[in-house]
């Protein structure tokens, strides 16, 4: 049994990755561009995921837990391990990217057809496929951010896929740095926690804190930082201007990564490294997701290209789970992360559906101006497009948090968290707040986003003739994903009240005892910290309140929507007119790509100019090369010197004496041999003459 | 294997005598005699690595014969975990370099020549275990470097070769004051394995100019090494150097002669100078601070690529010196934290290695792409993606491990040094992972304006990487990929050697009041 | 006997050596010094030196005399020109070398040279070949290599300028 | 004939011979004649010493190296002396003095 589960991981990890393999090295060369490899691998990985699932529910144990490991780097003392953990949230999370991966690939062969780079773009994808997996499947922080960082150059290379756009460059090049900048946060997590505890691994670390060797200041340090890798993923506030420039990749990409599962990595992160985030730290994670929440969703609701509003409800969304982390219920978040996934993939997807529509019939009108993304060039292709709108519509109620669809209920559970931290801490009455007015503003997009896509009447009456719906490539997906935005499929098997959260995905509370369900809170590693039970229980107790607020307010964003696009009692221009600078800075999204491009990017780029000025013009020229000139003009005064008194004085001088002595002599240099060896005789004579005195 | 390591050593002067002995116009035949030299080494490197014990930690395969009896001087070989894995990257690169230098067109001869005289220096340097001996072939390498440079060179070759002379040189007069100073004050001996007993001890108990002589060594020593690192402040060399040098020299000047500054320091200044050490950490942890974030905002603006890869090396060595720091964390002081100090040495040793491969490939990159286009302005270029893709996804691999991505082996190594220090050094540590986010904007940012956006027209039939450009590139390729994935072949030859260091450097230190 | 045939030998040396000195005929001089350099061998045997006596014979007058009377041969066209040339100062160098020869006697007579008498050894030729191999073997080498360097030298000088 | 003068003063008139040779000859071979006679006076001189020294062998070894050093001498003078007499068309020493100022 324990062998079969690492097994299947280690096959769901490396099958995509032997596709990226063969897609970049043989994809151009093999028939339809080698999609089918790419297919194929994905949809073993998808039926072993499934395999892996069906057998934890047989299972049926929430503690159920393996671990394998194997040394990797080994110094002696130093090593670190690689290892797998597979428990019941890593097989959920390995389902959900094996699905959500299958319907992207499914999908993209038809909306990527005819693209130059259709192998690569395959390619790319199991690469991606493949670091997801490994972040689920990691069991230590090393192989985490490892994992992590290779998701992040995967994102970079599928938004960048069509890199001949300066925007799609850009936007690739701005979610790797942004990243980063989360990763750097990340590392200092990891370094901190490793000198203190020695390992990587999560049981490790786990047993370090509870233990004491780290605590305090330095552990809320250290979970922080681990969450900035989190905020960096998962696009939270400030870190998330990338994900919103992320949409010019493909749009599968965006249902895939941007949507469901990427992103969804730093609420994975965090609700793994739950038991060891301290209070301090968890109220840090709160209110960056409760703000985030709200933050997002009041930009989302003024935007008009329908990804964008997509994205920023991503980022809303992301902020939620965040959130329930923060608040404790991580259960919920983890909750909220898998039906998120499926609904925002779907409305992704749909998305994707109806901008290849548009793309096609503005192509045959040969129109190359009109943005196809831009929702005021749509409207009314209910009836032209209906799987894709009755899908979308299904997804959007579950985003909105309508009751029957998935979303009301784990919506529910989170602000059930929130509410019930709230009333025992209610100096954070503010996190419960920004939990209900992003709910609010959320149902108010997200049916102003159908209302103007596929209600009303056509904004371009000339187009409406050419949409059509998609092929059955994008609308399988579709329609799959659309039907598991119904409540049904995450109550089984325990109940099927609508109205309870209570499921495979959310223990019941009896008793002071969890029953049924997949995902049971671990009580927190940090000593002194109040426990998961605790937690659930206050969450429990809130729960009827919850929803009933959350229908209120869900019903008042729907109703506005319908008012304000429908009925048009109220003009959407005079609103805007209205509303004044809260309505330009939505729509500008608080200026935030201008304020950090005029206070961070240009800043830091002139202090790179000015310190490669100091390096090279100055230090360089001026005091290296000083040494050199100050030697030059030492060399100068010595060779004057010497020139003149040594060589011209002292020297030449003694060579004119001897040129003088010569010449007065020259007359004896006959040049005759004879002559000279006279000389030498008579000095001979002269010699031993003298000696002989 | 008798005398394997002298003929490492000699194999290239070999070389370079049937070189001279090839009448000059026969270029085929001189390239191909280099080729067969180097890969000789290469192959006889590939030996000794296979026969080299690496659980032992201390010198092997050790060669001595008398060569000046009356000062002590022999010839002294031998080769540890530290050395080897040197060894084998000098062996390939120049193996590798004169496939890079295949184009060259003028005076093929002397290239050639002075090339496999560099080759014989570097060898020497890494193998010789007597300090005279490590002299000698510390400045023979600077001559045929001199030449290649000012020679082979860019438009501004002879600045950039006398500049380089001249900077050299300075480090090197200061070496062989310290080496003159260690042999007067330690019993009148050059050999290296002598001094690493004797010296901790008998330095501590000398002053000069009220000074101790351990601080007075260490620093003349130290700016030796620090030239070639290069370590911020004598770093200014280094892009000019690269920048002028033809590409196969630049090759073997990133690849290898940096190499040499943090292999003496770990070789000379952390075997003799124990207490040195502990002297000077946090200096050197700094210096690395600096030459992480100075190299990097340095690489930043820049405008020429190849001036770009080279303040990546200032800022990729930085790595390695705030690693090598960390080596103190082993001494009862930082609570005997062994892992910090395996991890430390072993990245900074780890870093030499794998910014040699990098940093090598990238200039072969860049070498390509100005073989083509005949300027290296990344502003110049654009949109290349589509018209050189293989190309393009080379320098895509190249940047991914220049700036750390896992699964290359640049991650490991930085990650190792990070890790290693950060018990210490908190605080320089912290503030250097901005390293992590510069070396990503600078790769990044260079390689969107070089490759991403429209095509430029003017280069609308530039051809593809060809296949001798890739047989140069393939190999360093796969040795940064298989080592990103799977360190342990190269952590397995140095492990015992760094734990032999690293238990010297501790237990040699005398604690003396300095 | 023996006695008488000393002086001659003496004789025949010294006016041989007169006649190379003083004649106008190059030729004939060469041929003079070839007498000078036999006599010269013969007293070598009177001072029981045969192995010397025999390399006098065989350098000096079948390699040395030979080669001059192939200069001579080679720097003169026999047709056109007598073998003949002119002296300068002999009047001085007649005095000076008269004077020196006084003086180089006076030496030889006042000096109280250091003799001993010893026998007369059968043959010389072992134990000089013994020394030259073992006390001066260096010497040996050295000139050895002088020769070699010599007759190089030769050859490179007297070849024809191209 | 075993009296030691006797070799000595044949030696010195060789000597005064050559010598008057050398100063005397203007042809370039009969100034090499003179010095070998010169040469010879020497040699006669070692070899008289060691017959008279006890006989002592070194002597014979000294005249043996003068005479070998003869060889090479009259070698390498022939050859200059042919030289000069092709770049100049005479070997008269007296008229080959161009290295005179």
């Known amino acids: 049994m324990e062998n079969s589960f690492i097994l299947y991981s280690l096959l769901i990890l490396f099958l995509p990755l032997l596709a990226f393999v063969i897609q970049i090295f043989f994809g151009k060369r093999l028939p339809r561009e080698g999609d089918w490899v790419s297919i194929g691998a994905i949809s073993i990985t998808l039926i072993l995921a499934i395999t892996m699932f069906v057998k934890m529910l047989l299972v049926g144990d929430p503690e159920f837990k393996h671990e394998a490991s194997i040394v990797w780097l080994d110094m002696g003392a130093f090593t670190i391990s690689l290892g797998f953990l597979v428990d019941n949230i890593t097989i959920i999370m390995l389902l959900i990217v094996a699905l959500i991966s299958t319907c992207t690939h499914i999908f993209s062969t038809e909306y990527l057809k005819g693209d130059i780079r259709y192998s690569r773009y395959f390619g790319y994808l199991g690469l991606f496929t493949f670091s997801m997996n490994g972040i689920v499947l990691a069991n230590n922080l090393m192989s985490m951010y490892m994992f992590w960082e290779l998701v992040g150059v995967s994102s970079y290379l599928l938004i960048g896929h069509w890199f001949e756009k300066d925007s799609a460059a850009d936007a690739s090049k701005k979610a790797f740095l942004t990243n980063r900048v989360g990763d750097i946060g990340f590392f200092i997590g990891i370094m901190l926690i490793y000198s203190a505890v020695g390992s990587f691994a999560f049981t490790d670390v786990f047993d370090g804190v509870a233990s004491g060797m780290i605590a305090g200041t330095t552990l809320t340090f250290a979970g922080v930082g681990l969450f900035m890798g989190a905020m960096g993923k998962s696009s939270q506030f400030p870190l998330h201007i990338w994900l919103p420039d992320a949409m010019e990749g493909p749009t599968p990409v965006s249902a895939l990564m941007h949507a469901a599962t990427m992103v969804a990595a730093g609420v994975y992160l965090t609700v793994r490294i739950f038991p060891i985030l301290t209070p301090d730290a968890l109220l840090v994670v709160a209110y960056v997701g409760g703000f985030t929440a709200l933050f997002a969703a009041s930009i989302a609701i003024t935007q008009t290209d329908i990804k964008k509003v997509l994205a920023y409800s991503t980022v809303s969304q992301l902020g939620y789970m965040i959130l329930a982390v923060g608040t404790g219920v991580y259960t919920a978040a983890f909750f909220h992360l898998l039906t998120h996934a499926m609904f925002k993939a779907n409305l992704f997807y749909g998305s994707g559906s109806v901008i290849h529509s548009m793309h096609h019939a503005l192509h045959e009108k040969h129109d190359h101006e009109t943005d196809p993304q831009d929702m005021h060039n749509m409207g009314g292709f209910k009836d032209k497009m209906p799987i894709t709108y009755w899908s979308m519509l299904i997804s959007t109620m579950a985003i909105a948090g309508v009751p029957l669809f998935s979303g009301f209920l784990s919506k529910d559970a989170i602000l059930a968290g929130t509410l019930s931290f709230a009333q025992h801490h209610p100096e954070h009455l503010l996190l419960p707040l920004f939990g209900f007015g992003a709910a609010l503003m959320t149902a108010f997009y997200m049916f102003r986003m159908i209302f103007l896509t596929f209600h009303g009447e056509p904004k371009m009456p000339e187009l409406i003739d050419d949409i059509h719906e998609s092929p059955k490539e994008m609308t399988g997906p579709i329609v799959l994903l659309g039907t598991l935005s119904v409540y049904i499929w995450y109550t089984l098997p325990n109940n099927l009240s609508p109205m309870s959260s209570y499921g495979w995905f959310n223990p019941k509370l009896d008793n002071h005892n969890f029953k049924g369900g997949l995902v049971h809170p671990i009580d927190s590693s940090v000593p002194g910290s109040i426990s998961a039970l605790e937690i659930a229980e206050h969450a429990h107790h809130a729960h009827h309140m919850a929803m009933y607020i959350s229908i209120a307010v869900a019903a008042i964003g729907i109703f506005l929507s319908w008012f304000i696009y429908i009925k048009k009692g109220l003009s959407v221009n005079a609103l805007a007119e209205r509303a004044g600078f809260l309505y330009r800075w939505s729509f500008n999204k608080y200026y935030f790509d201008e304020n950090y491009n005029k206070y961070l990017y240009q800043p830091t780029l002139r202090l790179a100019d000015k310190v490669s000025w100091l390096d090279w013009e100055l230090y360089d020229k001026y005091f290296i090369n000083g040494f050199g000139r100050l030697t030059n003009w030492a060399s100068k005064v010595t060779g004057k010197f010497d020139f003149d008194v040594i060589d011209q004085l002292l020297v030449d001088g003694t060579g004119k004496i001897a040129n003088l002595i010569g010449r007065k002599f020259k007359g004896v240099q006959t040049g005759k041999l004879q002559n000279y060896v006279l000389y030498v005789a008579a000095g001979v004579i002269i010699l031993m003459v003298i000696q002989s005195f | 294997m008798d005398y394997i390591l002298s003929w490492l050593i000699w194999l290239p002067v070999i070389g370079m005598v049937a070189i001279a002995f090839i009448p000059r116009d026969k270029e085929v035949l001189i390239k191909q005699s280099a080729a067969v030299t180097t890969g000789l080494q290469f192959v006889l490197t590939l030996v000794l690595w296979n026969n080299f014990d690496s659980k032992d930690g201390s010198m092997q395969f050790k060669e001595w014969a008398e060569w000046i009896p009356s000062f002590n001087i022999s010839y002294y070989l031998g080769v540890d975990g530290l050395s080897l894995p040197m060894v084998i990257l000098t062996g390939m690169l120049f193996f590798i370099g004169v496939f890079v230098s295949w184009n060259i067109k003028k005076a093929v001869k002397g290239y050639f020549a002075l090339f496999l005289l560099l080759n014989t220096g570097v060898m020497g340097v890494f193998l010789s275990l007597d300090f005279f001996l490590f002299y000698i072939f510390w400045e023979v390498m600077l001559l045929p470097m001199y030449f290649l440079i000012g020679m082979w060179g860019g438009p501004q070759r002879e600045y950039a070769a006398i500049k380089f002379f001249l900077y050299t040189l300075f480090g090197s007069v200061l070496m062989l004051i310290g080496i003159l100073g260690l042999y007067f004050s330690c019993g009148k001996t050059f050999d290296i394995l002598e001094l690493t007993r004797v010296a901790p001890e008998a330095l501590s108990s000398i002053m000069w100019w009220g000074m101790s002589a351990i601080k007075v060594i260490w620093i003349l020593l130290f700016i030796g090494f620090a030239i070639k690192v290069p370590v911020f402040p004598f770093h200014t060399w280094l892009p000019l150097a690269h920048v002028e040098a033809p590409t196969a020299v630049s090759v073997l000047l990133a690849g290898i002669l940096l190499k040499l500054g943090v292999y003496g320091i770990i070789r000379v200044n952390y075997g003799l100078m124990p207490d040195g050490v502990y002297w000077f950490s946090y200096a050197l942890a700094f210096l690395g601070l600096i030459n992480v974030v100075w190299g990097g905002l340095c690489a930043l603006a820049q405008k020429d690529l190849k001036k770009l890869v080279a303040y990546s090396s200032v800022n990729h060595m930085g790595y390695s010196l705030i690693g090598m720091a960390a080596v103190v964390a082993a001494g009862e002081a930082h609570g005997a934290n062994l892992k910090a100090a395996q991890a430390g040495l072993g990245g900074a040793v780890f870093q030499m290695f794998n910014h040699g491969t990098i940093s090598a490939m990238l200039f072969i990159l860049v070498g390509v792409i100005y073989e083509r286009a005949h300027h290296r302005e990344i502003e110049g270029f654009g949109g290349l993606a589509s018209q050189m893709p293989v190309y393009t996804g080379v320098t895509a691999v190249a940047f991914f491990a220049g700036l750390g991505l896992p699964g290359l082996s640049g991650f490991i190594s930085e990650a190792m040094c990070f890790i290693g220090a950060f018990p210490v050094y908190k605080g320089i540590v912290i503030a250097s992972t901005i390293g992590i986010l510069l070396n990503a904007a600078y790769f990044l940012w260079a390689f969107q304006r070089i490759f991403f956006g429209e095509l430029n027209e003017k280069y609308n039939d530039l051809p593809e990487i060809n296949r001798l450009e890739l047989f140069t590139v393939i190999p360093l390729l796969v040795v940064t990929l298989f080592l990103g994935i799977y360190p342990a072949p190269y952590l397995d030859i140095i492990s015992s050697t760094m734990d032999t260091i690293i238990e010297h450097v501790v237990s040699m230190a005398t604690y003396a009041s300095m | 006997m023996a006695e008488m045939l000393f002086w001659l030998i003496a004789a025949l040396t010294i006016a041989s050596a007169a006649m190379v000195v003083l004649n106008n005929q190059l030729l004939y001089s060469a041929i003079a010094l070839l007498f000078t350099l036999f006599g010269v061998a013969g007293l070598y045997i009177y001072l029981w030196a045969d192995f010397i006596a025999g390399v006098q014979l065989l350098v000096y007058i079948g390699g040395i005399n030979v080669l001059i009377i192939f200069g001579i041969m080679l720097t003169n066209r026999i047709s056109s020109i007598r073998l003949s040339q002119t002296n300068v100062q002999q009047g001085v160098g007649g005095v000076v070398s008269f004077w020196l020869l006084i003086l180089v006697s006076m030496v030889i007579t006042k000096t109280p040279w250091y003799q001993t008498t010893s026998a007369e050894p059968s043959s010389t030729v072992r134990e000089v070949g013994t020394l030259l191999m073992t006390k001066y073997i260096l010497p040996f080498e050295a000139i050895s290599l002088l020769l070699l360097g010599a007759l190089i030298g030769a050859a490179l000088l007297s070849r024809e300028a191209s | ?101």
């Open chain 4, 1 to 101: 004939m075993d009296q030691l003068n006797n070799y000595l003063f044949i030696s010195a008139i060789l000597f005064s011979l050559g010598v008057f040779g050398v100063m005397t000859r203007r042809n370039g071979i009969a100034v090499l004649m003179g010095v070998e006679l010169i040469l010879n006076s020497a040699n006669l001189n070692f070899v008289a010493f060691s017959r008279f020294g006890g006989m002592n062998l070194d002597g014979h070894i000294f005249g043996l190296i003068v005479i070998v050093l003869a060889a090479a001498e009259a070698a390498v003078a022939l050859a200059i002396v042919i030289n000069i007499y092709n770049n100049l068309n005479t070997i008269n020493v007296d008229e080959a003095s161009t290295m005179k100022e």
